[in-house]
């Protein structure tokens, strides 16, 4: 499986974006598909995930209420809607696919894939 994020840019505070993660294979929806990002000098951290069934989401508390992901699996493609974007969302974001899961994960371990990453910066 290989990933490919893209939709970054540049955008003011209180801005949106959407990032969308295209995936190769026949299997894509039976992964769980996450998101992170990782901002200058800092560690990678979770913001998103959705299962397979698309039913499931989790969110980061710093991004709840702001952030939404989804999924199209006959696009082999998963996206997350980003608003009211803030200076500390300024990190690169990456998703990452978790194979064959019925379980998402918070945390980078348990994922199998990972995209190449996509810059997001917010200017205040």
């Known amino acids: 499986v290989q990933l490919q994020a893209f939709g970054g840019g540049l955008v003011q505070a209180g801005g949106s974006l959407r990032l969308s993660c295209a995936a190769s294979?026949?299997?894509?929806?039976?992964?769980?598909m996450g998101w992170f990002r990782q901002a200058p000098g800092k560690d990678r951290e979770f913001v998103a995930a959705?299962?397979?069934?698309?039913?499931?989401?989790v969110y980061a508390d710093s991004v709840k209420g702001r952030f939404t992901t989804s999924r199209d699996n006959a696009k082999n493609t998963a996206y997350l809607q980003m608003n009211s974007l803030k200076p500390e969302d300024t990190a690169v974001y990456y998703c990452?696919?978790?194979?064959?899961?019925?379980?998402?994960?918070?945390?980078?371990?348990?994922?199998?894939?990972w995209g190449q990453g996509t810059q997001v910066t917010v200017s205040s």
């Open positions: 959705i299962s397979r069934s698309i039913i499931g989401t």
């Open positions: 294979g026949r299997t894509f929806s039976s992964h769980v």
């Open positions: 990452a696919a978790k194979k064959i899961s019925s379980v998402y994960y918070t945390f980078e371990s348990p994922y199998d894939y």
